[in-house]
Nanobody, 117 residues
Framework: QVQLVESGGGLVQAGGSLRLSCAAS????????MGWYRQAPGKQRELVAV???????NYADSVKGRFTVSRDNAKKTVYLQMNSLKPDDTGVYYC???????????WGQGTQVTVSS
């Protein structure tokens, strides 16, 4: 059974930091690209950051220079370090795993991040 379990969300003031974690089980983690998405109230889910199986990274323009995605293959965990948070960063953050060769994709349940002004 595949599970992606996010943690680390919460309430923080603007300018603050949070570190999200996503622990994976039931997948061959090293072969999966791992991503973070977020969904604000009334908006579509959007890509925040992705780290490939080869550890290449890509970020949404809105978070470049503030967020850092990383992975620990031994722990089967992906992280999202979020600094200089803004109220616009508020939303539910979802962990995503994707293996294109076998067309497998999984989602976590999400963790709430709220940034107050």
């Amino acid at each position: 059974q595949v599970q992606l379990v996010e943690s680390g969300g919460g309430l923080v003031q603007a300018g603050g930091s949070l570190r999200l974690s996503c622990a994976a089980s039931g997948i061959a983690f090293i072969f999966y690209d791992m991503g973070w998405y977020r969904q604000a109230p009334g908006k579509q889910r959007e890509l925040v950051a992705v780290i490939t199986s080869g550890s290449s990274t890509n970020y949404a323009d809105s978070v470049k220079g503030r967020f850092t995605v990383s992975r620990d293959n031994a722990k089967k965990t992906v992280y999202l370090q979020m600094n200089s948070l803004k109220p616009d960063d508020t939303g539910v953050y979802y962990c995503n795993s994707r293996e294109m060769r076998i067309r497998r994709e999984y989602w976590g349940q999400g963790t709430q991040v709220t940034v107050s002004s």
